[in-house]
């Protein structure tokens, strides 16, 4: 019997926006890989677990002998479908043998919160990459979703934004712990944000200014 692996989105970090049926595999799971915060919140005394750090060879390499053992569940936030492991098991396994459970991805919770529809949103990572200026450059009502990390910060988009037609008075709005009790959104502009300290590691939304589109 072919064992398989199951990618599981655990969503942005509360677990009250863990799908039911995520929540059933992680339970019944007898081999769990995950990063840190999700085997500290979803670890149980059933499964062997694996953590994920910056070796994903040897993650790889682990989920391979496990799987002659038995399914493997890999946890990731957000959805697997939105940069995550995912990309790498489909490189490294037959895709018949991955099953994905998808998970609320950061974005859709960042959009959620104001209340914006999102089928017209650019979306794009600054999480470890630059997203190429032709994403970037301002279109009249772009609306731009956007990952980020600890360098590619509020500051430091706002300043490329600015660099790529968009204008002061565009608005930013910067959401961090999405979901958790110390959930932050802040509105400002670009102006603003090139001026400010930097925040990372969250969401950032920006949207064209009404009145001068
Ligand atoms: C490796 S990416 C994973 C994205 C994930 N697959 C998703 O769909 O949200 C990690 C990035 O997701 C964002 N992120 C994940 N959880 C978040 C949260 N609770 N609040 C804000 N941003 C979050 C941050 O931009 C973080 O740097």
Known sequence: MTH?????????GDPAYLLPKA???IEKARILVG????????????A????????????????????????????????PGYYSLLDALRRTFPIGQIEVVPGISSLQIAFA??????????????HGREPLETELVRT?????????????????????????GWRENDRMYVCTRLSYEDEKIIETTLGTAKDDMGIGHGVIIVCTHEEDT
């Open 4 to 12: 398989k692996i199951i990618v599981v989105g655990i969503g942005p």
């Open 23 to 25: 929540q059933k595999m």
């Open 35 to 46: 990063g840190r915060r999700a085997l500290a919140d979803y670890s149980h005394s059933g």
């Open 48 to 79: 062997r677990e694996c953590a994920i750090g910056a070796d994903i060879p040897g993650v790889l390499a682990f989920i391979r002998e496990a799987l002659a053992e038995d399914d493997v569940v890999v946890m990731v936030s957000g959805d």
């Open 113 to 126: 919160r104001l209340a914006l529809p999102w089928h017209n949103a650019r979306l794009l990572s600054f």
């Open 140 to 164: 009249d009502g772009a609306v731009l979703g956007m990952l980020t990390d600890g360098s590619n910060n509020s500051q430091a988009i706002a300043v490329r934004l600015l660099a790529c």
